[in-house]
């Protein structure tokens, strides 16, 4: 059974980072797509930011610039790193993973396997 487990969120004032990670276990060979989906309150969830098996990366226009995305295969782990945070960052963070083909790789509708968040706060 695959297990997605997220940590590093908590409380940062604005212009602060974090980086969250998220640990996978339970699977034989690597996903096709990984991501990081956020919900605010009030908000429907949203994809933040997703990655191909090849690399190929892909960012909601909000965090362009600011958030990176990246993996380590060799520990099985996805990364989030958070630069210049704004208090509309704040959110509960999900990390996901799809092992079948998919188009809009930032749609939370498309991934079938899910963590169970990590709230990101961002205030003074």
């Known amino acids: 059974e695959v297990q997605l487990v997220e940590s590093g969120g908590g409380l940062v004032q604005p212009g602060g980072s974090l980086r ?3 640990a996978a276990y339970g699977y034989s060979y690597s996903a096709y797509y ?3 989906f956020r919900m605010a ?3 429907e969830l949203e994809g933040v930011a997703a990655i191909e098996s090849d ?3 892909s960012y909601a226009d ?3 610039g600011r958030f990176t995305i990246s993996q380590d295969n060799a520990k ?3 990364y989030l790193q958070m630069n210049s945070l704004k208090p509309e960052d ?3 963070y999900y990390c996901a993973a799809s092992w079948i083909r998919i188009t ?3 749609d939370p509708s498309n991934y079938g396997h899910w963590g169970q968040g990590t709230q990101v706060t961002v205030s003074s």
Do not use: D, E, R
């Open 55 to 57: 690399g190929s990366t």
């Open 90 to 92: 704040t959110a509960i």
């Open 41 to 43: 309150p009030g908000k």
């Open 20 to 22: 969250l990670s998220c």
């Open 34 to 36: 990984m991501g990081w």
């Open 76 to 78: 099985n782990t996805l």
């Open 62 to 64: 909000s965090v362009k």
């Open 104 to 106: 809009n790789i930032l």
